[in-house]
Structures are given as C-alpha cells and as structure tokens.
C-alpha cells in the first residue's frame, strides 16, 4: 500500500538553529498536509499543499511540496522552545481521498 | 463549540476484558477516524467513517469494533483487550469539502491493559 515516509525521525537542536523535517511518498499525492503534536497533546493541522512546487510560509515556518508532488519538507527558522513536538506529514488515500497514511513524524527537542 | 471530544481521558484494564472508547464531535462532519498511536510512532488508521450507517476498516483493525448511528457520534470497541492494544487513541474528525481534508483531532485516551 501507499507509504509516507519522514526523515529523521529526531532532531535536537539548540535553541536559534534551524530544522528540517522531510517527506517522502511511494506514490503521487494530490496535496499533503503537516501536523504538530506537542508532547502529552494531539495533533493539529498546521497546513496543507496541493500544487506542484508550492511553498506557503507561516512565520517561521516553511513548507514546500515538490514539483513530481511525491515529497514535501517543513523547515523552521531560528527555533524556538515552544517549536518543541513532533511533526508529522500525511498524504491523501482510498477512494475520494478520505483517508490520510500518516508519516512516522520527526520529533524535535530544542536545548534553550 | 467543543470541537473533538473523546472519554474517557486514561483507562487500564485487564487482558480480556471489553472496553468502548466514546467519540463525539459538534461540527457536522460527515467522516470520523480512529487511530492508535504507539510510543514514539506515528498514527494508523484502526477505522473510518464517512457518514452515518457507514463505516470500513483501516490499517489495523483486528481486534476492534465501531458503529456509526448518529453523525455526532462514533464510538469504537475494544473486545478481549490484549497487552498489545496498550496506545493512545485519537479520534479525528473532518469534512473533505473540495478536497480539503483538514482532520480535527480529539485530547485521546491513553489505554493501558496488562
């Protein structure tokens, strides 16, 4: 079945550094979308991609989905501690696209 | 509105024993998810739903149940917990409208059976 995979799968940063989390798909996706998932909590939506090549940018945060839609990357600017969680990736699935296959995620921890 | 509610919070039960995880969500959403997160994983896909009366399987669903009477609702249950049913649940739900997935997380249960 299809697979989406995240590397690595932890970074520990200092606090000011940059990161980056990647992902990758075993087949097209017809858009991506990321999550963060504080330590102890849930996750929750950050963002979702659907066109070739596109970059959106919250703040620090950048996300880029690549130009065959099968990767996509997340990098944080100058982290910050409240940066601190997993991030997760998750493409569409299934008939009509109900599902999401979610990555393994990349856990960030941040040295303040 | 409440968004994503699930309960209860944590539970530990027995091998063998049953068990249903609630799930309830105010924001008229026609799919509801379950998935299991094991300790430093990522989340799989146990069951779905895309409306009410309907519901298929996930990833990993042996060993589970749901039902889908209510829109609100989608409660799943766990027959003769086993050790390896231990994880944190989460039910998310989401509208799919023109191709935008965004899924709503609940706070999870965090299971425990030994």
């Known amino acids: 079945g299809q697979q989406v995979m995240q590397i690595p799968q932890y970074q520990h940063v200092q606090e000011g550094e940059d990161f980056t989390t990647y992902c990758n798909s075993s087949t097209t996706l017809s858009n991506i979308q990321w999550y963060k998932q504080r330590p102890g909590g849930h996750p929750v939506f950050l963002i979702q991609?659907?066109?070739?090549?596109e970059v959106k940018k919250q703040k620090r945060l950048t996300f880029q989905f690549g130009e065959a839609k099968k990767n996509s990357s997340l990098h944080i600017t100058a982290t910050q501690t409240t940066d601190v969680g997993t991030y997760f990736c998750?493409?569409?699935?299934?008939?009509?696209?109900?599902?999401?296959?979610f990555g393994q995620g990349t856990r960030l921890t941040i040295n303040p | 509105n409440a968004g994503v509610t699930q309960t209860p919070k944590f539970r530990i039960l027995k091998i063998g024993q049953s068990m249903t995880l609630q799930c309830a969500q105010d924001m008229n959403h026609n799919y509801m998810y379950w998935y299991r997160q094991d300790p430093g994983m990522g989340l799989k896909l146990i069951y779905y739903?895309?409306?009410?009366?309907?519901?298929d399987k996930g990833e990993v669903p042996n060993g589970y149940n749901v039902s889908r009477s209510t829109t609100e609702d989608f409660p799943l249950r766990l027959e003769l917990a086993a050790p390896s049913q231990t994880s944190v649940y989460f039910c998310?739900?989401?509208?799919?409208?023109?191709?935008?997935?965004?899924?709503?997380f609940g706070p999870g249960t965090r299971l425990t059976v030994l």
């Open positions: 739903s895309v409306g009410a009366g309907i519901t």
């Open positions: 998310a739900s989401s509208t799919l409208l023109a191709g935008w997935n965004e899924q709503f």
């Open positions: 991609l659907v066109k070739s090549g």
């Open positions: 998750a493409g569409p699935v299934g008939q009509g696209a109900q599902k999401l296959v």
